[in-house]
């Protein structure tokens, strides 16, 4: 069998997903597993709706209507979406009278999006002529911890979800299964994090031991570059997980940072393909693939960074500085991105504010400490950076003729990715000119 993981653009109204129906329809001899991610929009509305009722503005009829549009161009009778719609306006009702809002409402606030969505993609296909069923993830066996915004599955879902889904989903039916949402052993639902379909897919295919995850956007796969910002951005044909993998981290559209690691631990290839045009290959994920001619796989960035310096002379030759430094973060839940020491100075990057104002204060007990703001990392990815000399020192000539100051390096040993820390406002001059001279020289 296959999981065919669809995200919010491919279902986001009734022609996106009449072209689903004609992809799915078309891999029915493989046994597919239908994953969906919400309509195009919705998880952000409901959560908006969720956030303005703390503040006291009841307006559950937004996200009603917005859903109800999609339900009825589908052609799907009033009633199917009718308990959804009072439950949603049930939530929205409690918030708006305790005025408050924990992770575990704003889980139970998105959920609607992807658990709405399955019933009526579900109820069309069966319409159509394509027998489909919709199911809670979590009704085939998906139970999740309770870290509301980052869940994961629990030990032994794997074992959980076989069971399941042999007696549950009927033979001949195409399974439409909610993505992005978990539930947990006393019933609270959660989220695996935003764009979190993808996982879900693989965490899926990990358990029933597919064939292949199918991972459908509005891509031609995984590109060369961002080609929102680099034009001439060109689909990769083969990659490694842990090209992959370096990439979606780093800022790469296509994947959510944590899809690979399920597919790597079995071994099932992970296919990035595009719903606007079937045809196309789109980008094959395996765990090796031939070594490209290219310099590079790919170029990535991620925005949004801190970047944070640590000065003090105490660090000259003494033992325990760093470790004292870590220890801060690691207390206040600060995750580093990229580091760079010197003898007298320690510099790092995150991108969440909030636990860093924590820290700052066990920080500032080491040394002088130096936040900036508008940060970028930009990162080049590919095998060739640790066997190819004078590519490394290239990249960087690269940006520096762009006229971008790189103000951060990092790069590991034999490693896969150099990253750089540039300024937000250079980003689309450095990825151009870095796209020009490893992609479209070569």
Not at 123 to 151: E, H, I
Not at 259 to 276: D, E, F, H
Request: glycine share 8%; with cysteine; hydrophobic share 45%.
């Amino acid at each position: 069998m296959i999981v065919m993981k669809f995200g919010g653009s491919s279902v986001a109204n009734r022609k996106q997903i009449e072209k689903v129906l004609a992809i799915v329809r078309g891999r029915a001899a493989r046994t597919p597993l239908v994953v969906s991610s919400a309509h195009k929009g919705m998880t952000d509305a409901l959560l908006s709706g969720a956030r303005e009722a703390a503040r006291g503005v009841y307006a559950p009829e937004r996200v009603i209507e917005r859903q109800t549009a999609i339900a009825r161009e589908l052609g799907c009778d009033d009633a199917l979406l009718a308990p959804f719609f009072e439950e949603i306006s049930a939530l929205y009702r409690g918030l708006s009278l305790v005025r408050e809002l924990s992770l575990r409402s704003l889980d139970y606030a998105a959920s609607f999006g992807e658990r709405m969505a399955v019933r009526v993609i579900a109820d069309f296909f069966t319409r159509q002529g394509l027998p489909a069923q919709a199911f809670d993830v979590w009704d085939l066996g998906f139970l999740t911890d309770a870290a509301f915004g980052s869940a994961r599955p629990l030990p032994g879902y794997e074992a959980a979800m076989q069971r399941a889904v042999q007696e549950r989903v009927p033979a001949g039916v195409v399974p439409v299964v909610t993505g992005f949402v978990g539930k947990t052993e006393a019933g609270d639902i959660t989220t695996v994090g935003r764009n979190g379909s993808d996982l879900t897919a693989t965490l899926v295919g990990a358990a029933l031991t597919a064939e292949e995850v199918e991972i459908w956007s509005d891509t031609d796969g995984v590109m060369t570059a961002d080609p929102s910002v680099v034009k001439k951005a060109r689909s990769i044909s083969e990659m490694r997980f842990d090209e992959a993998a370096e990439l979606a981290y780093f800022g790469s559209r296509v994947l959510h940072p944590s899809t690979l690691v399920p597919a790597m631990q079995k071994n099932i290839p992970v296919r990035v393909l595009n719903t606007n045009r079937p045809e196309h290959p789109g980008t094959v994920i395996r765990e090796s693939a031939p070594a490209s001619e290219l310099p590079a796989t790919s170029i990535a960035y991620k925005e949004g960074q801190l970047a944070v310096t640590i000065l003090s002379t105490r660090m000259f030759g003494a033992a325990g500085f760093l470790g004292e430094a870590f220890q801060a973060l690691g207390r206040h839940e600060v995750v580093v991105d990229m580091i760079a020491t010197s003898e007298v100075s320690v510099s790092f990057t995150t991108d969440r504010r909030e636990p860093l104002e924590r820290a700052l204060l066990d920080l500032q007990r080491l040394g002088e400490v130096r936040v900036e703001a508008g940060k970028t990392l930009m990162v080049v990815v590919g095998r060739r950076l640790a066997e190819q000399a004078g590519l490394g020192a290239a990249i960087l000539q690269a940006v520096a003729d762009a006229g971008v100051n790189v103000e951060m390096v990092s790069y590991g040993m034999k490693s896969i990715s150099l990253t750089m820390l540039v300024a937000d406002k250079d980003v689309g001059a450095a990825a151009a000119v870095l796209h020009e001279r490893l992609f479209e020289r070569a």
